[in-house]
């Protein structure tokens, strides 16, 4: 079974093949590809653009996507083996992955850390046990990495740049009133090393480093691909001659689960928000970020207004890479009547012609 978990796991030209189709499905966004088709969308946690481009894309796509939050309108999941279930949650995942495996074609989760014990979080586990427990395809909607922003990243940074081989690609820090979660940051450092980027990561201190799994593996994605990875508390240095400035605010590993030993360490940092003096320095740079974002927190208005931010691009590029992806990932699981993907890189259908 493949799923859409992380991205370490896909090489950049099956990537790259989502990214093409996503640029096709702009184009002709209503399509009957996956007629009779339905995915499940777990959230163990808010959203707004996951939610809406899935709910949506599904449709566009003509399945139908149904929406669960456990613990709210849905029972409560417990997703750890051979518990004695005790507590709040009303069913184990083995139950939940197996009743909506036989309902659907596939399963998105979104389920954040816990942060409590980096160490556990780390593993991911939660997403792992539905992947183990399912018989469809799993997508990662969140957890410890957000694989389907780094194919809305990647699609815009084509868009803006084209090849984004040996471009300066900046993943700024930012200060935020909580420590946040570092999956947008380890995924952004996936993607832009995936594809050939010359990466820099600005951070206060060594203590916003990411996890090492991502540091390593950038790394050695950087060098297999023409590109690299630096890291500097430098901002004139960070920002100088910069092609792509990409923000993010995250909670020191070193502090994980201390939220107030965190939230003074990051406290002499507000000064990283992304302004226009910053990318003043730049070679131009489009600026981007995942979304939601704090107004005059992690970027002034006057960066969020400017011609060169492109969030909403990036916004946007979620709907068609998530379709793109879904497309790809029933295609390559085969599934009866799924979709195929004809030589072009066209979704098609055994069960329904495409429109
Ligand atoms: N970027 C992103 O995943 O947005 P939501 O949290 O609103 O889904």
Known sequence: MQHFLTTEHYRREQLQQMLDLAAQLRQTPVRNDLAGRSIALLFLNPSLRTRASFEIGAFQLGAHAVVLEPGKGAWGIEFAPGVVMDGDAEEHIAEVAGVLSRYCDAIALRAFPQFLDWSEDRQDK??????????????????????????????????????????????????????????????????????GMDITLLIPEQAYLLDEHYMDTASSQAAASGGSLSVTTDIHEAYRDADWVYAKSWGALSCYGQSQAEAALREPYRHFIVDEEKMALTHQARFSHCLPLRRNIKATDAVMDADYCVALDEAENRLHTQKAMLLQLLAANALPGAAQMNASGAATSDREPSV
């Open 126 to 195: 939660v997403i792992r046990a539905l992947a183990a427990h399912a018989s469809v395809p799993v997508i990662n909607m969140e957890t410890i990495v957000h694989p389907c922003q780094e194919l809305a990243m990647m699609r815009t940074i084509q868009d803006h740049l084209g090849v984004p081989d040996q471009r300066k690609f900046v993943l700024t820090w930012t200060w935020h009133p909580r420590g946040l979660n570092t999956a947008v940051a380890n995924s952004a450092l996936l993607m832009a090393s995936k594809f």
